[in-house]
């Protein structure tokens, strides 16, 4: 079951002003969800962290991500910990693999060869979900 507790999908998912934070999750409604129905598996849509690092990249390559903001990873580690079994990250993905293959155009622009630009891009992508499943999502080497 999913349930809204302030996640919604993409890079744009909060009217955030300047130096300000993003809302957090509402961690009471997950709660009360769990005491309600223990055990019943949650899933977070919408969850990507937006991670600055690949906007900054994204931007520095042509790009115009402006004001994109996420789930910050400690809510997410949080999130994980509770009942929440599933946590959709699509956009740090699609953000990964944008900001690499901007990169690579950038720095050789007459580049072709999908198998150029989508490899490395695949990588990235690979290394951002076994830092996430590690540090993050903490599923990596469960049983």
């Known amino acids: 079951m999913a349930i809204a507790i ?4 993409g890079a744009y998912k909060f009217k955030v002003e300047k130096g300000q934070q993003p809302p957090s999750l509402r961690f009471d409604i997950l709660e009360e969800v769990e005491k ?3 055990g019943f598996p949650i899933v977070l849509h919408g969850a ?10 994204i931007n520095a390559y042509g790009g115009t991500l402006e ?18 079994c599933k946590i959709n990250i699509d956009t740090d993905g699609r953000l990964v693999m944008t900001a690499k293959i901007r990169e690579i155009f950038a720095k050789n622009p007459s ?3 999908p198998r150029k630009y989508l490899g490395p891009a695949r ?3 690979i290394k951002m ?11 990596a080497f469960r049983r």
Not at 48 to 57: A, C, I
């Open 6 to 9: 302030g996640t919604s999908h």
């Open 36 to 38: 309600r129905l223990p």
């Open 48 to 57: 990507p962290s937006v991670l600055k690092e690949y906007v900054d990249r």
């Open 67 to 84: 004001d994109a903001s996420g789930v910050s990873e400690d809510q997410l580690r949080k999130a994980a910990k509770s009942a929440v």
């Open 111 to 113: 580049e072709f060869d």
């Open 123 to 125: 990588d990235e992508l």
């Open 129 to 139: 979900y076994e830092r996430k499943n590690k540090d993050v999502l903490g599923s």
